[in-house]
């Protein structure tokens, strides 16, 4: 149980443009997703929070117009990176809460811009 | 943005080896966490404590949630080669937002 999957696992895509990555939990509901960003070798940074139903909360110095949050349903999450740049490759990671305490993650995924 | 302090940062060990790991914070928190990182993957929860004193155990994981709430910490005994990985303990505070903050990490060797 409590298994979270995210599509794609690697994308590269040119400077300029916009990329979708999408987050499900697969065998529970989640009313809350959070995605996370990791640069090589270092922690996981919160980005946001989002809420099935209602605007997504962004930690500060996250761009919310930037990194566009959708939770349309209780088992999917998107983040869309707009106008990326070089500077947003990363590794994407979103995990789904469970119950009051835990969250599961997803495999990530590996952003790259050229 | 805020992150909990990891000790070590990393540490290479011999197969059979017992090692401990702590994690500390100058807040106090309500619920402490302990997930594994393979490369490339996501975060996989090991060990999750909910209350101040509690000693869980998860095979040859075992976990303390510290008395002052403000550090935990995972010991692994025995180790084998498929420990090897990056170790991040996660605290959540009691504000209802269901956030974490994680650790700054630990990479653990294992020397067959």
């Known amino acids: 149980g409590a298994v979270v999957s995210q599509h794609p696992s690697r994308v590269i895509c040119k400077s300029g443009t916009s990329v979708k990555i999408e987050c499900r939990s697969l065998?529970?509901?989640?009313?809350?997703m959070f995605w996370y960003r990791q640069f090589p070798k270092q922690s996981l940074m919160l980005m946001a929070t989002?809420?099935?139903?209602?605007?997504?909360?962004?930690e500060q110095g996250v761009e919310k117009d930037k990194f566009l949050i959708n939770h349309a349903s209780l088992t999917l999450s998107t983040l869309t990176v707009t106008s990326a740049h070089p500077e947003d490759s990363s590794f994407y990671i979103c995990?789904?809460?469970?119950?009051?305490?835990?969250?599961?993650f997803g495999p990530g995924t590996r952003l790259t811009v050229t | 943005g805020q992150q909990l302090n990891q000790s070590p940062q990393s540490m290479f060990i011999q197969e059979g080896e017992d090692v401990s790991m702590n994690c500390t914070s100058s807040?106090?928190?309500?619920?402490w966490l302990w997930y594994k990182q393979d490369p490339g993957e996501g975060p996989v929860l090991l060990i999750a404590?909910?209350?101040?004193?509690e000693l869980t155990s998860n095979g040859r994981l075992t976990a303390q949630f510290g008395i002052t709430r403000k550090d935990s910490f995972l010991n692994i005994s025995a180790s084998i080669p498929s420990d090897v990985g990056i170790y991040f303990c996660?605290?959540?505070?009691?504000?209802?937002?269901?956030?974490?903050?994680f650790g700054t990490g630990t990479r653990l060797k294992v020397l067959a």
């Open positions: 995990s789904a809460r469970a119950g009051d305490y835990e969250q599961y």
């Open positions: 065998d529970f509901q989640a009313t809350t």
């Open positions: 989002s809420n099935e139903g209602s605007k997504a909360t962004y």
């Open positions: 807040s106090i928190f309500n619920t």
């Open positions: 404590l909910y209350k101040a004193g």
């Open positions: 996660a605290g959540q505070k009691a504000s209802g937002t269901y956030k974490y903050i």
